[in-house]
């Protein structure tokens, strides 16, 4: 079929840098995935590409089928881009209700898009956990209904326009209570407390819960428990807990204790380092990737990344250059999530866009953590700026809680009611019950004596 280079063009001139859906059809199933790594080769004859990662099961039908399609979307289609990248809760088909025709490859067309093009696959070309896709189009089609879904930040949308707010549908809470949230008070929570406690924070909604560290418990009486609280665990259908360690002693223990998922992690300031692991940046990150290693080897789960990413209370300013450095290095050794940590609380919401921005093409389909310290009362703010920006999991501590021992002036952890109200006024779910997490923080607030830095706890009954 001869391709209209006038057609081809206009198409192409509407994607700009924008949104995509890939489809292909799989023993007459149509198959989609949203996508933006698309771009033209050549007039003739007809080429373009595609990227995707080889872990989708859209990568494999393509390379199975020979051909597929790129649909190009309009400004005023953000819900449809994200029906087909899977974020929208509760869709199982991306294809139901949605107008669709038949290419002449057999592939699926999105008549609602602003233009698409029909493929097929001329050349594959190994790019590393990516295949590239070369097509050979053999029809095309564009229209002038609307200007393209823009792929800016990762945002999916041309501006910051009120009425079309900048926020995902749902995030993901992570209860740090138990570890951060307790482990600088003097006062120390008995054991069947701590369990009580997790307990309670699993009925309140929270499905990930960081429960312990394995730390030297004269450096951290407070967790010298950690191996009989985790023996303790309620064992609750879609429950996660983990643990932190910080060296492969504490990797070892939480081992033999039973965690299946592990947080570490490595300060961006050398000073932090020493007193935190008595060790240097470099030595630390030669003990990270050794318990990476070991931990794959007995089936854990890794989550790891950079402490005070945003600044340092003794060496003050930490360059973003050595955080993304960092960062890059803890995702070569193949982590599964990704931490940026403010332990401090100095972070400002610029600053954490921009670090974001920064790493989300490097981090690719490996997730970024935010761990936000409220110290000088911006904790909210940078959340907003993480959520933005990209962002869908967050640490967070009932009440307020926490602090680092080593950490001059730290704070606690944002509120994980205050946090999780915010995110629900704006309309993003959590599934986390406000009111059974106050009841926690104020039963914890008559053991401890003081009032907590929280404040939605206050103010439900």
Request: glycine residues 10%.
């Amino acid at each position: 079929m001869s391709i209209d280079h006038t057609e081809f063009k206009k198409a192409l001139s509407q994607f700009a840098t924008g949104v995509t859906v890939v489809t292909t059809v799989h023993n007459g199933t149509p198959i989609g995935i949203t996508a933006s790594s698309f771009s033209s080769l050549s007039l003739e004859p007809p080429l373009v590409l595609v990227s995707l990662s080889k872990k989708l099961f859209t990568h494999n039908v393509i390379a199975d089928s020979g051909s597929f399609a790129v649909n190009i979307l309009g400004a005023t289609q953000r819900e449809l881009g994200m029906r087909f990248a899977g974020m929208i809760p509760g869709v199982e088909d991306r294809f139901a209700g949605v107008a669709v025709g038949t290419a002449v490859t057999g592939c699926p067309i999105l008549t609602q898009a602003i233009a698409w093009l029909d493929c097929r696959v001329w050349e594959m070309y190994d790019g590393g956990d990516h295949t590239i896709f070369v097509g050979e189009v053999v029809d095309v089609a564009s229209s002038d209904k609307d200007t393209p879904l823009l792929y800016h930040s990762r945002l999916w949308r041309r501006s910051e326009a009120l009425d079309e707010p900048t926020l995902p549908p749902s995030a993901t809470i992570i209860e740090v209570g138990p570890r951060d949230g307790i482990q600088t008070r003097e006062k120390i929570v008995p054991t069947a407390m701590k369990v009580k406690l997790i307990r309670q924070l699993a009925e309140a909604g929270l499905k990930r819960i960081q429960v312990t560290s394995f730390v030297h418990p004269k450096l951290v009486p407070q967790m010298a428990d950690a191996a009989e609280v985790c023996a303790q665990l309620p064992q609750l259908d879609g429950v996660q807990y983990n643990a932190l360690v910080l060296n492969m002693k504490g990797l070892e223990r939480a081992h033999a204790a039973g965690i299946r998922h592990v947080d570490m992690g490595v300060p961006a300031s050398e000073t932090l380092s020493l007193k935190n692991a008595n060790c240097s940046i470099e030595e630390g990150m030669e003990r990270m990737a050794a318990m990476v290693q070991q931990a794959r080897a007995w089936g854990m789960g890794v989550r790891a990344g950079v402490q005070t990413a945003f600044g340092c209370v003794y060496e003050g300013n930490i360059e973003q250059a050595k955080v993304v450095g960092l960062c890059r290095r803890f995702l070569a050794m193949g982590i599964d999530e990704l931490t940026l940590a403010d332990s401090a609380g100095l972070g400002n919401p610029n600053q954490i866009r921009s670090t974001i921005q920064e790493l989300l093409p490097l981090a690719g389909e490996v997730p970024i953590v935010m761990h936000l310290h409220d110290t000088r009362g911006m904790g909210l703010a940078n959340c907003l700026s993480a959520l933005k920006s990209g962002v869908r999991l967050f640490d967070t501590s009932f009440g307020g809680l926490g602090g680092c021992p080593f950490i001059k002036g730290a704070k606690g952890n944002i509120p994980t009611e205050d946090t999780v109200n915010m995110m629900h006024e704006m309309g993003v779910e959590t599934a986390v019950n406000i009111p059974k997490l106050a009841a926690i923080s104020r039963e914890f607030e008559a053991f401890f004596g003081e009032e907590l830095p929280g404040k939605i706890y206050q103010l439900e009954s």
